[in-house]
């Protein structure tokens, strides 16, 4: 499975963004994770690709909201409200298995693209 992401940027703090992530094809779960400097890869939400069953990290609950066009095979992160602390390089990814929290147990990574949120 491929994953093409993109729609990253630089935006002042309190405004939006959408990234996008293209699959080759579908598959179980997909999830967003992020990698700020020196820090570790942290979830950000992950959500089932048939049901549309979803889980968001504390963090971002009542901000983003992940999406799905199953026609293109793409999952949106609509990412609104942007604080400085979500400045990271924002991650696809793709499971095999049920959708989880854990970055190790995804099976497929996209290339990341860098969010900046300036104060």
């Known amino acids: 499975v491929q994953l093409q992401a993109s729609g990253g940027g630089l935006v002042q703090a309190g405004g939006s963004l959408r990234l996008s992530c293209a699959a080759s094809?579908?598959?179980?779960?997909m999830g967003w994770f992020r990698q700020a400097p020196g820090k570790e890869r942290e979830f950000v939400v992950a959500?089932?690709?048939?049901?549309?069953?979803?889980y968001y990290a504390d963090s971002v609950k009542g901000r983003f909201t992940i999406s799905r066009d199953n026609a293109k095979n793409t999952v949106y992160l609509q990412m609104n409200s942007l604080k400085p602390e979500d400045t990271a390089v924002y991650y696809c990814?793709?499971?095999?298995?049920?959708?989880?929290?854990?970055?190790?147990?995804?099976?497929?990574w996209g290339q990341g693209t860098q969010v900046t949120v300036s104060s």
């Open positions: 959500s089932k690709w048939i049901g549309g069953e979803t």
């Open positions: 094809r579908r598959t179980r779960a």
């Open positions: 990814a793709a499971r095999l298995g049920v959708y989880t929290t854990a970055p190790f147990q995804y099976d497929y």
